[in-house]
């Protein structure tokens, strides 16, 4: 914090005088609310430590503190933290390499899911809501290769499955758990690729059909299609045409 106010303030300001400040400001937007509370409630409580924190952040805020804290930490390493989180959400989303160490798959190479990865600590985590948190680790989940999947994902134990996906048929790793068991596709991109493929068998079906004239099965090229040949064709547009002739 004091370097990232000397970078806001100037290298030659004052760091206990510029503390001193901060709280004055802080001690006077507490007070700020404790009067406008009594004024419009009624009610003499005092600031909670949610309430001061979040004072405490709009103050560091308004003096550009904040940013500043965010810039030194991007400037010391988070980008290669932000590289990493990007890494492990591809790898989750494409199964085309290792969410950790960032090698490209090879066809049908297992693929170990469930484990999360360390992708940065964030500075600051702050909103209106919840308990400002500062310093928190930030985990992702991603899927691993076989040389950076932890032991507990070994497939030797017994709560650990190993599953085939249903369109590229890769060795899907696990544990043992409905919410793991449920996953039957390895990526987004076979799961498109599995769903055309449902779409175009569901087409296919329906136009297979059976020749009214010859009775032989055959795949229609239109939907109202019922012969098989232009053979069969003419046959039932005679047909239809003699019945017509009859029926007068």
Not at 32 to 53: A, F, I, P
Not at 111 to 130: I, R, T
Not at 170 to 175: A, I, L, Q, T, Y
Not at 192 to 203: F, L, M, S, T
Request: charged share 30%; hydrophobic share 30%; aromatic share 6%.
């Amino acid at each position: 914090m004091r370097e990232a106010a000397r970078t806001t303030m100037g290298q030659d300001a004052y760091f206990p005088g510029l503390i001193s400040d901060l709280s004055e400001a802080i001690h006077g937007a507490a007070e700020d609310v404790e009067w406008n509370r009594w004024y419009s409630t009624g009610d003499l409580s005092w600031v909670t430590e949610k309430e001061l924190l979040d004072l405490t952040l709009d103050v560091l805020h308004s003096r550009g503190v904040l940013d500043s804290i965010i810039e030194l930490d991007l400037d010391r390493g988070g980008l290669e933290e932000v590289e990493a989180g990007e890494l492990a959400k591809e790898a989750r989303a494409t199964l085309t390499l290792c969410g950790c160490c960032g090698r490209e798959f090879v066809s049908r190479e297992p693929a170990y899911f469930g484990a999360e990865v360390y992708v940065g600590m964030m500075p600051l985590d702050w909103n209106k809501v919840s308990k400002p948190r500062i310093c928190e680790p930030q985990y992702e989940r991603t899927v691993l290769c076989e040389s950076c999947a932890p032991e507990w994902l070994s497939p030797e134990r017994d709560d650990v499955v190993t599953q085939l996906c249903a369109y590229c048929e890769r060795p899907m790793v696990s544990r043992l758990a409905l919410s793991e068991l449920q996953r039957t596709l390895c990526s987004d991109p076979c799961r498109g690729a599995y769903q055309n493929q449902v779409r175009k068998e569901k087409r296919a079906k329906e136009r297979s059909k059976i020749c009214e004239v010859c009775g032989q099965e055959f795949t229609a090229t239109r939907r109202d299609s019922k012969t098989c040949s232009d053979g069969c064709r003419q046959k039932a547009y005679r047909r239809r045409r003699k019945e017509a002739q009859q029926d007068r």
